[in-house]
């Protein structure tokens, strides 16, 4: 494996009589700059599969050393963090060079999707020159919304003010976060091209939602509640609190119930949905299809409740973060306007000793979006629990039905693969083929993304570790990796087989 750029690929693909049509694409203007992008090239031959374990491992393992690098230069990383709630699932760490996460890695890649998929970008994905322009614009696109992140985040005065912290500073801390993003796009295609097993930022958002209610259920950091010392983790404090108690009825009570820290009512929700998911992943309706080139082979093509797998909260997931951020940087410069406030008015969480923890929204558009913080709180203002659950519904199910159009996986696209590919339906002839999957594609694609964001919202109101949204994708992303590792040793086996034969 080696890391180039794009000169040599597209020296080849990309010459002086490559452009057919009249109009040049947009896309094309990228050629100048191409030899400036880098690029993973592809193996020359396929990769042995514990080579495959061993390259995943080792992304995974650059990732947690980043996350865990401190940011030089910073002068305020204590301060209460108004991106609390988003981190998990951005596989982001507050005061780290990985600050950023992959949200803007994410977001690009799936507004390039969509953009691409709703043809507003002239693209042919089945054209060689195409495809390596199109990843070229993916990868640049992605490093200037990183650039321009990071620099948002030091003007805003997210690291303290600017003028305190120096100019030189400042270009420091954006110079690091924006190098970290280089890593993670590199990590990312460096699976992706077949080095590893599935996709660089599903692994590192489920490494980190893993880690986070793990931590989070057995984490030996004390806290000064106000009502003692306890054990943040709270597997640990459940221990803890039948040993200091006296009244044990009560210590119970403190554990399962317990404000502002993790307790075990959240443990055990986290699990019920954890077990939830994994049910329904297995829910589909199989088709009988069979193969007009082999005669009486016949086989089942699935259509999954979750048709879309887990895009629909990735997609809900994208917007709110970017909502979060826009609305506290512009809350950060005028907190006093009516209009800033439509957006998001903030305010800082307290724990019981008056001590800051994070900022969190108290109203506007980015209160309503997100979940009710406790059960009480849900009671107190129903109108909000009530909005919550509609736009988050309502948001599922519009990116599911958007992402089969955009993706290559509505009935007009699976009709076609079945008809080059030579399948028919069972007992039908070919031209009934889009209209039998039209009974079933639109409607998993529309429920599916209604019952992914039901369960993040059942999750949230049960007050689950690592919030709804982060156990679906960790759910989701492991049941993917779960198939790539059958897949692939499957493909192992069978050529020892044929070896020994």
């Not at 200091?244 to 119930?257: C, H, M, P």
Request: glycine residues 8%.
């Amino acid at each position: 494996m080696k890391i180039t750029n794009h000169t040599t690929t597209c020296s080849l693909l990309l010459g002086a009589n490559t452009i057919t049509t009249t109009t040049m694409k947009l896309i094309q203007l990228l050629r100048p700059i191409l030899r400036f992008i880098p690029e993973i090239e592809k193996p020359t031959q396929k990769v042995p599969f514990s080579e495959k374990i061993t390259w995943t491992v080792c992304a995974l393992l650059v990732y947690v050393v980043c996350s865990n690098i401190p940011l030089y230069g910073i002068q305020r990383a204590q301060t209460s963090d108004p991106f609390y709630w988003m981190r998990v699932i951005l596989a982001s760490n507050r005061g780290t060079v990985m600050e950023l996460g992959v949200s803007p890695l994410m977001t690009t890649g799936m507004a390039m999707q969509l953009l691409a998929g709703a043809k507003i970008l002239d693209v042919d994905l089945k054209s060689k020159e195409d495809r390596v322009l199109f990843t070229a614009a993916q990868k640049l696109v992605g490093l200037l919304v990183t650039l321009v992140q990071a620099t948002l985040y030091v003007v805003s005065g997210m690291y303290g003010d600017v003028a305190s912290i120096g100019a030189g500073n400042a270009i420091l801390i954006v110079a690091q976060l924006t190098f970290a993003g280089v890593i993670l796009l590199m990590l990312d295609e460096l699976l992706q091209k077949g080095y590893g097993l599935g996709s660089g930022i599903s692994l590192f958002i489920a490494s980190h939602i893993s880690e986070t209610i793990v931590w989070k259920a057995f984490s030996p950091t004390t806290i000064n509640t106000g009502r003692g010392t306890e054990f943040e983790g709270a597997v640990l404090a459940f221990f803890h609190l039948m040993v200091v108690r006296s009244n044990k009825l009560q210590a119970i009570r403190e554990a399962l119930y317990r404000q502002n820290l993790p307790n075990l009512t959240n443990l055990a929700a986290t699990l019920l949905i954890f077990a939830l998911c994994i049910y329904m992943q297995g829910w589909r309706v199989m088709l009988a299809v069979k193969s007009q080139r082999a005669r009486g082979a016949e086989q089942k093509y699935p259509i999954k409740l979750f048709y879309t797998s887990n895009m629909p909260i990735i997609l809900q997931t994208a917007f709110v973060s970017n909502l979060y951020f826009m609305s506290q940087m512009f809350y950060n410069q005028a907190p006093n306007s009516p209009f800033v406030k439509l957006f998001g008015d903030w305010s800082p969480s307290t724990l019981e000793t008056g001590a800051v923890t994070n900022t969190v929204p108290v109203g506007g558009l980015a209160y309503y979006v997100s979940p009710p913080a406790t059960f009480a709180a849900m009671l107190q203002d129903p109108f909000h629990a009530l909005f919550y659950l509609m736009f988050t519904l309502t948001a599922c199910a519009i990116f599911a039905r958007t992402w089969t159009e955009v993706s290559g996986s509505s009935v007009r696209d699976v009709a076609r693969h079945f008809r080059e590919n030579q399948i028919v339906m069972k007992g039908h002839r070919e031209t009934a083929t889009a209209k039998i999957l039209g009974r079933y594609i639109p409607i998993a694609a529309a429920l599916g993304g209604i019952c992914i964001g039901l369960l993040t919202v059942v999750a949230d109101y049960m007050g689950a570790i690592g919030s709804g949204t982060g156990i679906l994708l960790t759910v989701t992303i492991i049941f993917e990796f779960q198939e790539a590792f059958m897949k692939e040793n499957a493909a192992m086996m069978g050529k020892q087989s044929i070896m020994m034969m």
